[in-house]
Structure formats: structure tokens, C-alpha cells
């Protein structure tokens, strides 16, 4: 299989672009021959990462810069987002949750869907990177 | 059974069949307009203070975790009445953010509306 032309997607933080970047991280999820449900489940972590960059790092702001880049090779998916928001690094081990409180259940999607997930602060905001292996 | 008005196409159809308050619900939720989804909810909830409430989400293929806290928040108010939440007609991305979130023993999943009423 020739690997898939790599993804790079700008965008802002609003909401309103989940829906379109969760599309087409799923395309490209399929063009890398992930089947469905793990096409659902890189969609759904990519959603959840950007969703907490608009609420915790651009503190839901809309037009906060986003900058996502997929790629695929040696059979494994890296995708990285960038933001330019807070910079403040997600806690490295979730508390224990209360189900009747909300909250943390996108940090939770990530750790358990993807192989590895890394935060690394920048200098003007935060570099998230999760890889996912194809079996 | 008592058709009841909505203001929102996530929520197509709402009724209320004696204290179940039935709500059918469309479309992928996430972050854009779950709150939206929030909105609808807790006034018809307010409005209808139901023992049951039966979310038919037959027709929601995928929700992120902002609706979750949607539902959850619905729970906790028909909680405090000593009613139940009843989730019907799970699609496989609902429900596999529900176990991700180990979120599925706080609600009753059932495969369709009357196995709720039943219940």
C-alpha cells in the first residue's frame, strides 16, 4: 500500500469545525486501512483534543489558531495539533473520576484509544502528539 | 400519550406518557451543539419533572463527551426526584463512548422505548 498523502489541516477553535475535521481524520483514518470502529475512535480523540483546546486552552474562545498534521508511515498514524493557547499541560494521570462529575472523559478517550499520547509545552502554547499502530 | 412542543432539531419529538417523558433525539452531538441539546433538555425536564426519562438515541450516531455531560447533568436532576435515566436504541459509537467513560452502569440501557416503559 502506498501510504496516504499526509494531512494538514488550519483551523481556528470553534466548535463548528468538529464535525468537518472529524470527517476527514476519518477519511484519512481509512485511507491508512484502520477499519471502522478505529476510524471512530481516532475521529472521536481528535474531536475531544480540540474540543479541550477551545475550552481549556483558548478558555472557548472561537478564533484561536489550530494547526493539525496527520501522517502515516511504517504502518503507524501520527497525528500532532498545535494551539497557541494557555500552554498548560493536562494532569499525566487522570484523577480518580466521579461518574456523576463531568469532565476528563476526553483525556480518558485518549489514553485508552491511542498507543501514546505526549503534551509538550511550547513556548506560546501546547504540542499534543498521539500515535496509533495499525494491526 | 401527550405530544409535547420542542425548540430544537436534536430533539424532533417529545412526549410525555403518564411520568415517562419520552425525547426522541437526532443527529451527531458534540461540543457545537450539544449545548443546544443542554438548553431543550433541562426546560422540558424542568417544565415535566419526570420519574422516567427515556432518551431514544436510535437516530444519534456519534456523541463526544460534551454530551455525556449533557446527560449526566439530566441524571442528576431526575435523580433527585428518585427517578431513573433510560438510554434506548444505542448506535455502536454511543455506546462505546459510554463503557470508554464507564458511564453505562449510571444509566439504564434498554434496546428500544417500550423495553423502557416495561421496566
Known amino acids: 500500500m502506498i ?11 470553534d466548535p463548528a469545525n468538529l464535525a468537518p475535521v472529524r470527517r476527514k481524520i476519518e477519511g484519512f483514518c481509512a485511507d491508512c486501512d ?3 470502529e478505529a476510524q471512530g475512535q481516532i475521529g472521536l480523540c481528535v474531536n475531544e483534543a ?11 474562545a472561537t478564533d484561536g489558531p489550530v494547526q493539525l498534521d496527520a501522517d502515516f508511515s511504517a504502518n503507524a498514524l501520527k497525528i500532532q495539533i498545535r494551539d497557541w493557547g494557555t500552554g498548560t499541560t493536562p494532569p499525566l494521570r487522570p484523577r480518580p473520576r466521579d461518574p456523576l462529575q463531568p469532565g ?3 483525556l480518558v478517550c485518549l489514553r485508552e484509544l491511542m498507543d501514546e499520547i505526549r503534551f509538550t509545552p511550547q513556548a506560546d502554547g501546547m504540542l499534543l502528539t498521539m500515535e496509533r499502530k495499525l494491526n | 400519550m401527550e405530544e409535547l412542543t420542542t425548540h430544537s432539531e436534536l430533539i424532533p419529538s417529545a412526549s410525555k406518557d403518564g411520568e ?5 433525539i437526532r443527529g451527531e452531538i458534540d461540543l457545537h451543539n450539544s449545548p443546544e441539546l443542554r438548553t431543550e433538555m433541562l426546560d422540558l425536564l424542568a417544565r415535566h419533572k419526570p420519574q422516567k426519562l427515556i432518551l431514544d438515541l436510535a437516530r444519534v450516531p456519534y456523541i463526544d463527551s460534551s454530551t455525556l455531560a449533557v446527560f449526566v447533568e439530566a441524571l ?3 435523580l433527585k426526584t428518585g427517578g431513573k435515566v433510560f438510554l434506548v436504541g444505542l448506535q455502536p459509537r454511543v455506546q ?3 463503557e470508554i467513560a464507564r458511564l453505562s452502569s449510571i444509566f439504564v ?11
Open chain 1, 3 to 13: 501510504d496516504p498523502t499526509p494531512l494538514r489541516l488550519r483551523i481556528t477553535s
Open chain 1, 34 to 36: 484502520f477499519d471502522e
Open chain 1, 50 to 60: 480540540l474540543a479541550n483546546i477551545t475550552r481549556h486552552a483558548y478558555k472557548k
Open chain 1, 104 to 106: 476528563g472523559v476526553g
Open chain 2, 20 to 24: 415517562a417523558l419520552i425525547l426522541i
Open chain 2, 76 to 78: 442528576k436532576k431526575v
Open chain 2, 96 to 98: 462505546g463512548l459510554l
Open chain 2, 109 to 119: 440501557i434498554c434496546r428500544d422505548t417500550p423495553e423502557a416503559m416495561a421496566k
